[in-house]
């Protein structure tokens, strides 16, 4: 168990809609960061968030926002969704020192109609 | 950029032997990689540092050549447990707020 949990684990929306998910991070962590991964792909960073600021942002349109609590937890936020938004949706935790070790949670799949 | 990886597939009977390659065009900071299985999260089994550092299972191995930008992981005496599919992530610098994974190698484990 990756200590990562990740909620809701699926969920359907339709074009236009928003959409929340939620991360807890590994206990110890402070660096989270988001991935959106399609079928038969792999993941394409979001962004990742360090001390409840932005450190660094992947090529996604700013419909795409997140947060990071002081307790580490983070949330992803998705406006206006797309068809071409559904997808698996992972979260990450890492230490800054390791930053490439990244422990990742099960995902939310996002299924927009 | 995204590192590619190759082979795309591969399919081994129990006990062989395979190697997944991921070649980047960037100067790389750091190659990691992962295991997935179908409906789980990516496992992080081994981080390779420009410099020679090394971290991961003890049972696998593998090898990061910088001069090419390339890296390769090593799987031996190969397990059922062995199936999913494998991705490398690259960094560029360290604590660069960003992993770049390639699109995965399938590993396919018979009997």
């Known amino acids: 168990e990756t200590g990562v949990t990740q909620s809701p684990t699926h969920l359907i929306k339709t074009r236009g809609q928003q959409v929340t998910l939620r991360c807890s991070s590994q206990s110890g962590h402070n660096t989270v960061s988001w991935y959106q991964q399609a079928l038969g792909q792999g993941p394409q960073f979001i962004f990742q968030y360090y001390r409840e600021e932005e450190n660094g942002r992947g090529n996604f349109p700013p419909r795409f926002s997140g947060l990071q609590f002081p307790n580490y937890s983070s949330e992803l936020n998705v406006n206006a969704l797309e068809l071409d938004d559904s997808a698996l949706y992972l979260c990450a935790s890492s230490l800054v020192a390791d930053p490439g070790e990244l422990f990742f949670g099960e995902g939310s799949r996002l299924t927009v109609l | 950029q995204q590192p590619v990886q190759s082979p795309q597939a591969v399919i081994l009977r129990e006990g062989e032997d395979a190697v997944i390659n991921c070649s980047s065009s960037k100067a790389l900071y750091s190659v990691h990689w992962y295991r997935q299985k179908h409906g789980e999260a990516p496992v992080f089994l081994m981080i390779?540092?420009?410099?020679?550092e090394q971290k991961g299972h003890e049972k696998i191995s593998a090898s990061f050549n910088e001069k090419k930008q390339q890296s390769s992981l090593y799987l031996t005496a190969s397990q059922l447990s062995y199936s999913g599919t494998y991705f490398c992530g690259t960094e560029v610098a360290p604590n660069a707020g960003k992993s770049t994974f390639g699109d995965g190698t399938t590993l396919t484990v018979k009997p």
């Open positions: 390779l540092l420009k410099g020679g």
